[in-house]
């Protein structure tokens, strides 16, 4: 009996000597998260350094305060912006170089796309800034003409393609994806994407002055910098097959045959396009076959 109540007791203070232990380590354990939590908030948003430039987070995953990271604020980034702002969402986009620039791309709009500003109410950035409506196509082949009307007669009179400076264009766009309270546009070079696990966190960046690194995160990541994109590659693979290029001019103080329409000529061996810009400029654009333009300084242009 004596041995059986000497075990009774081994056992009862074996339990609460493991009770007691259990007890002070989840305070330990507790105290430890506490002070690493209040660790990280205090050092969250430091600079320190890394790799010889200056690196910080401005967000971690779980509180980044963001929605949405936009990589580029072309035509494509700033209307998907403001468009996402005015749900609600909190976007934040990175764009390399937010100066005017001067592009032959994107200088006509269709009326399908001026259809798609008046849904995304971004129609106004197409006024101020000189824009031309376009009614139409004239084609020239062979010393025949023939003029191609888009049929626009069942839509508001309003609607037609617009022609203008690129440029101008985006600048109107930055702005009214910016006059949004839940967009923040910033000038920066996003130098990679972070992924765990395959998965896009966020992305890296470079600020507008060149010396830090930053790290932002957010659930979704959209990259629209366009096609001479550096996250390309880490995105997908793609096989360009460059046939020809376009080398742009601008026509001062040119009237064309018809008012209103873009022009095309089709010529030997490419074709030519033109197109008013502004009230007083013309743009033309003419195709040069080959994967690679030829030089200027030995004058191979004039072969051309």
């Known amino acids: 009996m004596a041995q059986t109540i000497v075990l009774g007791q081994c056992i009862l203070g074996t339990f609460l000597a ?17 002070e690493k939590s209040n660790r990280s908030k205090k050092n969250r948003g430091l600079v320190v350094a890394q ?16 929605d949405v990271i936009i990589v580029g604020a072309g035509v494509a980034g700033a209307a998907l912006a ?10 934040h986009v990175v764009e390399r170089d937010l100066s005017e620039q001067d592009r032959i791309a994107g200088e006509l709009l269709q009326p399908g796309g001026y259809l798609k500003l008046i849904e995304l109410g971004l129609e106004d950035c197409v006024k101020e800034i000189d824009a031309q409506r376009v009614l139409g196509y004239a084609l020239f082949k062979d010393g025949k003409q023939a003029k191609v009307s888009y049929p626009l007669e069942t839509l508001d009179s309003d609607v ?20 949004h309270s839940k967009v923040r546009l910033e000038q920066g070079t996003v130098t990679s994407l972070l992924e765990e696990h395959g998965t896009v966190k966020g992305v890296q960046y ?38 020809s290029s376009f080398v742009g001019l601008v026509l001062e103080n040119c009237e064309l045959p018809f008012a209103n329409h873009g022009h095309v000529v089709l010529g030997d061996p490419s074709p030519i396009l033109l197109y008013p810009i502004s009230s ?9 076959p080959g994967q690679k333009l030829p030089p200027i300084a030995n004058g191979e242009w004039q072969s051309i």
């Not at 009770?19 to 430890?32: C, I």
């Not at 007083?280 to 040069?288: A, F, P, T």
């Open 18 to 34: 493991s009770l007691f232990a259990f007890v002070l380590l989840y305070v330990l354990r507790r105290s430890s998260n506490v």
């Open 160 to 179: 037609a393609g617009r022609s203008f400076h690129n440029g101008r264009f985006v600048h109107k766009l930055r702005e009214k994806a910016t006059s």
């Open 82 to 91: 403001y468009t996402l702002g005015k749900e609600g969402r909190r976007v």
């Open 280 to 288: 007083s400029e013309v743009r033309c654009l003419v195709d040069i």
């Open 206 to 243: 470079r600020t507008k002055e060149g010396n830090e690194l930053v790290r932002l995160y957010a659930p979704l990541t959209i990259v629209c910098d366009g096609c001479f994109s550096n996250l390309r590659r880490s995105l997908c693979k793609p096989k360009v097959d460059v046939p």
């Open 51 to 66: 790799n010889d430039d200056l690196s910080r987070n401005l967000a971690t995953e779980d509180d980044s305060g963001i």
